[in-house]
């Protein structure tokens, strides 16, 4: 059975740093690798931030100030998270790496014939029609009410975002009491920082903007 993911290309860095750190600790590792896991999740978050915000944000052809807002979130973002990163990746164990190691291995997944990787959640059916029914009606000319889907979208797909990337790593390495306080901050400004831009940026789109918006995220559907 399939599932629709929201989903992005892996690049060969990150594929092979992840690749490379599954296996060791699947092989039998007998340490922790505090320097390959921060690494890999920093890799993770720029390449996450380029593929939910400035990607998008380009090919949609926003202004300036638009442009600033994006921008100004993607940092918030990498700053907190990179807290969290620094913070928990020293104090893990090399149980709590091999624990990382097969939730790695959990949301990533092979493109055709292997020619890259993707990462990326899952996302349930009625979520992921209506993204692709709100593609639909930009392209098909109708933009009444659409801006205000495309916000209810985005921050739906923030909400699994966080629960995938933050919330169920942070539950599967059990840490203690201060670094699930340092890793709470870090969903919260996330989230915050998230809703932020989606909302100041997205009611302001003109239409052909909204129409290249609404195809793009519509294109981070993945079936696998």
């Not at 296996?23 to 039998?28: K, P």
């Not at 896991?37 to 998008?56: G, K, R, S, W």
């Amino acid at each position: 059975m399939t599932q629709t993911y929201v989903a992005f290309r892996a690049s060969d860095r990150l594929h092979r740093l992840t690749d490379g750190f599954i296996h060791r600790m699947r092989d039998g590792a007998r340490e922790p690798e505090p320097r390959v896991v921060e690494q890999i999740m920093t890799t993770f978050i720029d390449e996450a931030l380029d593929a939910f915000f400035l990607t998008p944000a380009s090919y949609s052809g926003l202004g300036t100030t638009q442009r600033r807002l994006v921008r100004l979130a993607s940092d918030t973002i990498s700053k907190a998270s990179g807290v969290v990163i620094g913070r928990s990746a020293r104090k893990m164990a090399l149980k709590q790496n091999q624990a990382a190691a097969e939730y790695m291995d959990e949301i990533r997944f092979p493109g055709p014939q292997h020619a890259w990787w993707y990462v990326g959640f899952p996302i349930d059916a009625a979520l992921a029609a209506r993204g692709r029914g709100l593609a639909e009606r930009c392209q098909e000319g109708h933009f009444q009410g659409a801006r205000e889907d495309l916000v209810h979208y985005l921050r739906a797909v923030t909400d699994r975002a966080l629960e995938w990337y933050f919330n169920k790593p942070i539950e599967l390495l059990r840490f203690g009491p201060i670094l699930r306080k340092v890793a709470a901050v870090g969903v919260d400004t996330t989230r915050k920082a998230s809703y932020g831009v989606i909302g100041k940026v997205i009611p302001n789109l003109d239409d052909e903007q909204l129409l290249q918006s609404a195809l793009y995220y519509r294109d981070m559907q993945v079936r696998h």
